[in-house]
């Protein structure tokens, strides 16, 4: 059984037009605003197996960048380690284990890098 949306206010004379996520006229939208929570200012490097039959991938956690900026950043981290992987909600996932590759070209951004893990 589908479920039927719950609709709401979508203008207002008022108000104008209205976001009909939050329900707030589109100029006071908190839907557009949504964006990770400032981490601790540390990048940690992580490897990880779980949920991949066995085959490890590089995580990269906490890079103090936006959406758009991380992807771009993490296409020349995969180029840079010739091998495939995802930007997956802020976090970078590099197929392999890339780790010592990895860690140097985060420092050389200026960002404090800890490699996290086993």
Same mark, same amino acid.
């Given at each position: 059984?589908?479920?039927?949306?719950?609709?709401?206010?979508?203008?207002?004379?008022?108000?104008?037009?209205?976001?009909?996520?939050?329900?707030?006229?589109?100029?006071?939208?908190?839907?557009?605003?949504?964006?990770?929570?400032?981490?601790?200012?540390?990048?940690?490097?992580?490897?990880? #197996?779980? &949920?991949?039959?066995?085959? =490890? !991938?590089?995580? *990269?956690? +906490?890079?103090?960048? @936006?959406?758009?900026?991380?992807?771009?950043?993490?296409?020349?981290?995969?180029?840079?380690?010739? #091998?495939? &992987?995802?930007?997956?909600? =802020? !976090?970078?996932? *590099?197929? +392999?284990?890339?780790? @010592?590759?990895?860690?140097?070209?985060?420092?050389?951004?200026?960002?404090?890098?800890?490699?996290?893990?086993?």
């Amino acid at each position: 059984m589908k479920k039927r949306s719950e609709g709401g206010l979508v203008f207002s004379t008022e108000q104008g037009r209205m976001c009909p996520g939050c329900r707030q006229p589109v100029a006071e939208c908190a839907c557009a605003k949504e964006s990770r929570p400032a981490g601790d200012g540390i990048v940690r490097v992580s490897r990880e #197996t779980k &949920g991949r039959k066995g085959k =490890g !991938v590089t995580l *990269i956690t +906490g890079i103090p960048l @936006d959406d758009k900026a991380l992807e771009a950043y993490a296409k020349t981290l995969k180029a840079k380690c010739g #091998t495939g &992987g995802t930007v997956k909600d =802020g !976090v970078v996932e *590099i197929q +392999g284990d890339q780790r @010592d590759i990895l860690v140097p070209l985060l420092e050389q951004k200026g960002w404090t890098v800890k490699r996290a893990g086993g």
